[in-house]
């Protein structure tokens, strides 16, 4: 179950506002029983400023009425009116300007430690086109006598669970296997 955001402060709110038993808040605040006691005893968060859960779309107020009736009921959560992020979506990988002399070096050496990857995978995985990589292994681009060849991860043009990934991918494809 997911927390509120801050704890100490939605459980400050509750004990006042409301009449829900201190186990009741301890589950949802994440809290132990005794520090929503010490809190309501004024021991702990003295001055403190209670955060109100339903304003915070935490919480609603039918569900603290209905734990407030039964103490032996648990406050659920309400659905987050936050829209979610969207998964990157397929396409072109952006690659920042400062980044982008480096692809070259970066498709060499995925060309030269990993010659199963097919040219789409060295695209997803770089963010190019298969005419740079064709002129990078046939050492027509234009830039050909400065190209070192360079791991991707180490630039920072992809992650190493990426790579991992479009290996073993290119691998299983081939019917390798590592070390083989």
């Excluded at 990993?114 to 002129?135: H, R, V, W």
Aim: hydrophobic fraction near 40%.
């Amino acid at each position: 179950m997911a927390h509120p955001l801050m704890p100490k402060a939605t459980a400050v709110w509750l004990i006042e506002n409301t009449s829900l038993t201190f186990e009741q808040i301890a589950e949802f605040c994440g809290m132990h029983a005794l520090e929503v006691q010490a809190i309501a005893d004024d021991e702990v968060g003295h001055g403190m400023q209670g955060r109100d859960p339903i304003i915070a779309g935490e919480l609603t107020r039918g569900e603290i009425e209905r734990c407030a009736a039964n103490p032996e009921a648990r406050l659920q959560p309400a659905q987050s009116r936050v829209p979610q992020p969207m998964i990157r979506p397929k396409g072109a990988r952006y690659t920042p300007v400062a980044k982008r002399q480096d692809r070259p070096d970066a498709i060499a050496w995925l060309i030269k430690n990993y010659p199963e990857l097919s040219d789409g995978q060295i695209c997803k995985l770089i963010g190019t086109t298969k005419a740079t990589i064709d002129k990078i292994r046939d050492r027509t681009h234009w830039n050909a006598p400065n190209i070192k060849p360079q791991n991707p991860v180490g630039l920072g043009l992809c992650s190493e669970a990426e790579l991992e990934k479009q290996i073993n991918l290119a691998r299983a494809r081939a019917g390798t296997v590592h070390g083989a």
